[in-house]
């Protein structure tokens, strides 16, 4: 089965985030963007396993009421870069071949 990455990068500040993927619901409370390494959590990430085919992700920032959603098609492992820029939530899928690396 597929794994969902959701890399939660920048500007995230003491932020509570949570995901919904294809139902599940996964999130984090505290969530800071570290400057030096470029990425919150120190690189971890939000994850989820689900079946082949087609996934709704849902990520959302209630700490700062915003929201993004995205479905895309998972027929194997797929990596979403989440940050917050000028007061908006971004979620798009990594282009490209390899993970983002963080530091």
Not at 16 to 36: K, N
């Amino acid at each position: 089965m597929p794994l969902v990455r959701v890399h939660l990068l920048d500007g995230f500040e003491d932020d509570r985030v949570e995901c919904s993927v294809s139902g599940q619901v996964i999130g984090e409370s505290g969530v800071t963007t570290s400057p030096l390494y470029g990425g919150a959590l120190e690189g971890r990430t939000l994850d989820a396993t689900v079946p082949e085919g087609t996934v709704h992700v849902e990520v959302r920032v209630p700490t700062r009421d915003l929201s993004e959603a995205i479905d895309l098609d998972a027929f194997g492992d797929v990596d979403l870069l989440a940050s917050i820029e000028d007061g908006r939530l971004t979620v798009k899928p990594n282009v490209s071949p390899t993970p983002p690396g963080y530091g």
